[in-house]
């Protein structure tokens, strides 16, 4: 009987695996798919000779994670390769937005579109070197952050106190026009904002812009050399080495609960698996709640309160075996490993307000990756493996375009959405299409079945918005890894901080576990070994 079992072998879960076999806990991994990583995979799909990663991509917040730093996963072989330049956005006019891998570099390309503008992108990142390393301390640890709010709350006072915490709650929109005169760097903000599912006129959104802003500029977009997946590989070499085990195609249907305290977990071959100590479930807060958990062990005010949980955005995808570069109008969008596509912050926020009213985007933000730009191995040399996603509704009410799409995403919906994300690329790279090899298409139903926490392909684990975090994540007034039953922790990005590739939720559950495990004395259930 293993001290610990982990539910699901995402990120998250591979991280608190890794941590209570770290501790000297032996631990099983039950993973559903037939692979690892959750939404940290790569493959040869679209082109056998093409790497391209199925879901994320990019991790700024993973090199910027002492939980990850703290795993040494170099030890396994894991390295990161990061492009010539972060961030690009082209404009219409045929300039481009640049975050540069430099902050003065930034701030020269900035000052061409508005005396001052340069400096104002320093202030913040001066900002952002004072609060930084205790933002990120807060953000990384169990709610609350004691110590870090202490450092946090001192340094704020320093910094400017209530100004500077009323600037970081401006939606994006309000942040950059109070920041910046030109375009460029209102741009960058808010692009950043929408890598979560907060639009220009949000709340926070313009703290959250600044952050991801600030990462980009202090950590780049890096990605793992030869794929996603080799993280995940170096997870689970690492956690292989520790003694634990990682079971793939285990898909967990039921939470074993006795005497209000969790024993173990029932799989859908069958198989019982007892754990001694914990289980910790690296999955979506309404998953754990109202599937893997038999009501009668929750509380009722926990069961309402999840009716109001909100998923974010649902997500559209396409990848590409490019076979050129993409021939973009703005040359330093070809040196960026991440390209954003709209027309301005207007664009960005007819965008969010066409899927606010529940209507498919005629002309779609588009969050485009350039990885043989970013890691050479990608793909053969002067080619181009390729990506992008937009968002959509979950519940589509109608059609902004001249596709009739109504959400069903059959065959015929999800090429014609393709080919609409396909002209919009065409718009800032005219021949783009002329330079597609072959394409993949995900749909919001296709993330799901091939990673359940993408539920109608959202990728946050719950909305980034204001009333679903901290405290209120994922639901009022819980914040932490711990759950009613004993001995259960949800370790998925639904638990704070929340969504991104940076183990948080997983260390914090893992933590939780190794306080609170002694062993149990119930008796363990009867158990025959899941098939690997």
């Known amino acids: 009987m293993p001290d610990a079992v982990v539910i699901g072998a995402g990120p998250n879960g591979l991280v608190a695996a890794n941590l209570l076999a770290s501790a000297g806990w032996s631990v099983e991994v039950l993973e559903a798919q037939p692979e690892p990583g959750g939404a940290v995979r790569s493959d040869r799909g679209v082109h056998p000779d093409y790497v391209n990663d199925l879901f994320s991509a990019f991790y700024p917040l993973a090199a910027a994670s002492p939980v990850l730093a703290g795993l040494e996963l170099q030890e396994e072989g894991l390295s990161w390769s990061r492009a010539p330049r972060v961030l690009a956005h082209p404009l219409a006019d045929g300039r481009c937005a640049v975050m540069e891998r430099g902050a003065k570099e930034t701030a020269a390309g900035l000052e061409s579109f508005a005396a001052g503008d340069g400096e104002s992108w320093l202030d913040l990142y001066g900002t952002w ?153 690296d999955v979506s807060a309404p998953a754990l709640y109202g599937e893997l958990v038999d009501a009668r062990h929750l509380p009722d005010r926990l069961l309402s309160d999840l009716r109001r949980f909100q998923w974010d955005f649902a997500t559209f995808k396409v990848d590409w075996a490019l076979n050129g570069p993409v021939p973009w109008t703005a040359g330093e969008a070809a040196t960026a490993g991440t390209v954003h596509l709209a027309d301005g912050v207007d664009g960005l926020t007819r965008f969010a307000a066409q899927i606010a009213t529940g209507r498919v985007p005629d002309r779609p933000f588009l969050l485009l990756g350039q990885m043989t730009t970013t890691d050479a191995t990608r793909s053969p040399a002067g080619t181009e493996s390729a990506w992008a996603y937009t968002h959509v509704p979950h519940r589509v009410k109608g059609d902004a375009g001249d596709s009739d799409l109504t959400g069903r995403w059959d065959s015929r919906e999800q090429e014609a959405m393709a080919d609409r994300m396909e002209n919009e690329v065409e718009r800032w790279a005219p021949g783009f299409r002329s330079r597609i090899i072959s394409r993949r298409v995900l749909a919001p139903p296709t993330l799901q079945s091939m990673d359940a926490n993408l539920h109608g392909g959202a990728i946050n684990g719950g909305t980034a918005a204001a009333h679903q975090q901290l405290a209120f994540r994922p639901t009022p007034g819980t914040g932490r890894p711990e759950t009613p039953v004993k001995g259960l922790y949800l370790a998925s990005a639904s638990a704070h901080p929340g969504g991104g590739v940076h183990g948080a939720p997983g260390a914090n559950a893992a933590r939780a576990a190794l306080r609170g495990g002694s062993v149990s004395r119930l008796r363990p259930t009867s158990r025959r070994e899941p098939s690997t």
């Open 129 to 281: 070197n004072r609060l930084g390393p205790d933002i990120l301390r807060a953000l990384f640890t169990p709610f609350p952050p004691v110590r870090s709010a202490v450092r946090l709350a001192a340094r704020l006072r320093a910094a400017g106190g209530l100004r500077l915490a009323r600037t970081l709650l401006l939606p994006v929109r309000r942040l950059g026009e109070e920041e910046f005169r030109g375009e460029a760097a209102r741009l960058l903000l808010a692009g950043n904002a929408l890598h979560a599912d907060l639009g220009p006129e949000a709340a926070g959104s313009g703290g959250f812009g600044w952050l991801m802003s600030m990462l980009g500029q202090t950590y780049g977009f890096p990605a793992p050399v030869g794929g996603a997946g080799a993280l995940t590989t170096a997870l689970v070499r690492r956690l292989e080495r520790h003694g634990g085990v990682v079971h793939c195609g285990q898909r967990v249907t039921e939470i074993v609960v006795r005497g209000g305290r969790a024993v173990g977990v029932r799989t859908a071959g069958g198989a019982s698996v007892s754990a001694s100590r914990a289980v910790l479930a």
